[in-house]
């Protein structure tokens, strides 16, 4: 199988949003989770965060608990660990100068961006905010914008 087009979006979901939601669905409060985990609600809070790691022993009390296999919960938390490290890696030079054209500061006081620090997290707001996947696209949607145009210029 070929992977070159994989599905790769410039998001991460943590494994807590899946215990979240399943949460939800089986009436179980923070509390009670905290409680059947063995766990504190501090720890929990953090998890659902994506903050905590899963470990093999929380990953088999969490399919005690919710009925999925531990390896289900190991491997959701590798997958979110693997999309944080590549969504969040350092910004090639390109990139960086892609987003430095941009008043980014301006834009997160208008509100226009989230208030963000980390310069991999401003790009991903940026290509966000302008819909676009990668900076290929926005250098189609320019060209495809200003391609064409032609400007007049005077001899005085």
């Not at 609600?41 to 608990?65: H, M, P, Q, Y």
């Not at 997958?79 to 969040?88: A, G, K, N, P, T």
């Not at 250098?139 to 400007?151: K, S, T």
Request: with cysteine; charged share 30%; net charge negative.
């Amino acid at each position: 199988m070929n992977n070159s087009h994989a599905f790769q979006p410039n998001w991460a979901s943590p494994p807590g949003e899946t215990i979240q939601e399943i949460m939800s669905e089986k009436k179980i409060t923070v509390s009670d989770f905290s409680e059947k985990a063995g766990i504190g609600i501090k720890f929990v809070n953090s998890l659902l965060l994506g903050n905590e790691k899963i470990t093999g022993a929380l990953a088999d009390r969490l399919a005690d608990i919710f009925g999925a296999d531990s390896d289900f919960w190991l491997n959701r938390e590798a997958q979110y660990r693997e999309d944080i490290e590549r969504i969040f890696k350092a910004l090639s030079e390109e990139e960086e100068s892609w987003l430095n054209k941009f008043p980014v500061k301006s834009m997160q006081k208008l509100g226009w961006l989230p208030e963000e620090k980390v310069q991999a997290k401003k790009f991903l707001h940026c290509l966000d905010y302008f819909n676009i996947d990668n900076i290929e696209q926005w250098r189609d949607l320019q060209e495809a914008h200003y391609g064409n145009i032609m400007f007049r210029t005077s001899n005085i």
